[in-house]
C-alpha cells in the first residue's frame, strides 16, 4: 500500500541551531497535510498545517514546505531548544472519510 | 473543554480475553477514529467514523470492532485479545475536511 515515509529517521542538533525534518508521501490526491509533535508517554500534538494550494506556510519558529512535483514535505524548526526534542511526524489526509495517514516518524534530539 | 478523554491508561490482558477502550470527545467533532501506534513506527489506523452510526475499516482493522451511537463516544472493542495486539491505542477527533486532528493520550496495553 501507499505509506507515507520519512527520509530520516533520528536527527540530532546543537541547541540554537535550525533543524530540518523531511517526509516523503506518495498518494498524489492528498491535500492536506500536517506536521506532529509527539513526547514521551503522550498523544500527538499539532505543531502546523499546509493545504496543497500552498507551498509554504511559517508558524512561530516553524516552517512547512510543500512540493507536490516530488510528493514532498519538510518542517523546519528554527533556533532549536532542548524542548523541541521528541518524535515528529508528518500526516496526509486523503480525504477518504478525512482520515490521517502518518509516516514513521523522526526523532529529534537537541544537545545543550 | 476535556478534549479527547480515554480510558482506561494501561491494561494488561491474556490472550482471548476481551475488552473496550473507551474514548470521549466534548468538541461536538464529527469525525473519529482509532489509531494503533507500535514501536519504531507511526500510527496506523484501525476504524473510523465520520458521524453518529456511521464507521468503516482503516488500514489494520482486523481483530477490532467499532460502533459510534453518540457524537461523543467511540469505543474500540477486542473480541479476543491477541498478544500481536499489544500497542499503544490513540483516539482522535477532527471537527470538518481537513482540520487537525485531536488526539487523547493513549491506552497502552499488553496482552500476555
Known amino acids: 500500500g501507499e505509506n507515507v515515509g520519512l527520509h530520516l529517521p533520528t536527527l540530532s542538533v546543537q541547541e540554537g541551531d535550525n533543524s530540518i525534518i523531511n517526509c516523503a508521501y506518495s498518494?498524489?490526491?492528498?491535500?492536506?497535510f500536517i506536521w506532529y509533535k509527539q513526547e514521551s508517554g503522550k498523544g500527538p500534538q499539532f505543531i502546523i498545517d499546509?493545504?496543497?494550494?500552498?507551498d509554504k506556510r511559517q508558524g512561530q519558529r516553524v516552517t512547512v514546505l510543500l512540493n507536490k512535483t516530488v510528493k514532498h514535505l519538510s518542517l523546519q524548526i528554527a533556533a532549536t531548544q532542548p524542548g523541541d526534542s521528541a518524535v515528529y511526524f508528518c500526516a496526509e489526509n486523503r480525504h477518504t472519510g478525512n482520515q490521517f495517514y502518518f509516516g514513521t516518524g523522526t526523532s529529534l534530539t537537541v544537545i545543550p | 473543554n476535556a478534549g479527547v478523554t480515554q480510558t482506561p491508561k494501561f491494561q494488561v490482558l491474556k490472550t482471548g480475553q476481551s475488552m473496550t477502550l473507551q474514548c470521549a470527545q466534548d468538541m461536538n467533532h464529527e469525525y473519529m477514529s482509532w489509531y494503533r501506534q507500535d514501536p519504531g513506527m507511526g500510527l496506523r489506523l484501525i476504524h473510523y467514523s465520520v458521524g453518529a452510526g456511521i464507521t468503516d475499516q482503516g488500514e489494520v482493522p482486523n481483530g477490532y470492532n467499532v460502533s459510534r451511537s453518540t457524537t461523543e463516544d467511540f469505543p474500540l472493542r477486542l473480541l479476543s485479545a491477541a498478544p500481536s495486539q499489544t500497542s499503544v491505542y490513540f483516539c482522535?477527533?477532527?471537527?470538518?475536511?481537513?482540520?487537525?486532528?485531536?488526539f487523547g493520550q493513549g491506552t497502552r496495553l499488553t496482552v500476555v
Open positions: 482522535a477527533s477532527t471537527r470538518g475536511v481537513n482540520t487537525e486532528a485531536f
Open positions: 498518494n498524489s490526491a492528498s491535500d492536506y
Open positions: 499546509i493545504r496543497s494550494n500552498m
